[in-house]
T-cell receptor
């Protein structure tokens, strides 16, 4: 079993829909990252969370440390949100990140 | 600032050939990483460095070597390329402090390598 699990693996939506992507992890962590990768593109950091909630534009990320769970929400989704969203965690006092396999999102007009 | 850059962007090798991928960052980060990304799998760590002159093995280090002679550069070498090393390679650098909430990640644009 992977230490970082994402669901769903694939997601399709109509423009304007509210999107939720989930990440569960099995290790104690000091930080959780949400990353975005557009098709054929590089990887961009969206959020780093150690507790609570962060918002940037239409993106909202939350984390529940006790439940070892994080969610990434996209409000009013747009075709340009189509990308792979990757969850990654940093365990306590470790130099390395552990990555989920990603969630592929396609938003249709 | 250029951020994290990778050279080359694309490369095709024949089995047994060697090559070096260069990663450079201009943010004075201590931590640098080399990952490979394959279809259906998450990013897998090949090697990493926690500072100039240091290197450490990651999850999939076999067949690769690295060097960090200068803080801003992290080189990934393939001594004898194999078809199993066909992948997209990403370099990353990060600024991270233990026991703080400071943890930023920057990725390079990737290198697409095909080994025939």
């Amino acid at each position: 079993k992977n230490e970082v699990e994402q669901s769903p693996q694939n997601l399709t939506a109509q423009e304007g829909e509210f999107i939720t992507i989930n990440c569960s992890y099995s290790v104690g962590i000091s930080a959780l990252h949400w990353l975005q990768q557009h098709p054929g593109g590089g990887i961009v950091s969206l959020f780093m969370l150690s507790s609570g909630k962060k918002k940037h534009g239409r993106l909202i990320a939350t984390i529940n440390i006790q439940e070892k769970h994080s969610s990434l929400h996209i409000t009013a989704s747009h075709p340009r949100d189509s990308a792979v969203y990757i969850c990654a965690v940093r365990g306590y006092n470790t130099d390395k990140l552990i990555f989920g396999t990603g969630t592929r999102l396609q938003v249709f007009p | 600032n250029a951020g994290v850059t990778q050279t080359p962007k694309f490369r095709v090798l024949k089995t047994g050939q060697s090559m070096t991928l260069l990663c450079a960052q201009d943010m004075n980060h201590e931590y640098m990483y080399w990952y490979r990304q394959d279809p259906g799998m998450g990013l897998r760590l090949i090697h990493y460095s926690v500072g100039e002159g240091t290197t450490a093995k990651g999850e999939v280090p076999d067949g690769y070597n690295v060097s960090r002679l200068k803080k801003q550069n992290f080189l990934l070498g393939l001594e004898s390329a194999a078809p199993s090393q066909t992948s997209v390679y990403f370099c990353a650098s990060s600024y991270w402090r233990r026991n703080t909430s400071t943890d930023t990640q920057y990725f390079g644009p990737g290198t697409r390598l095909t080994v025939l």
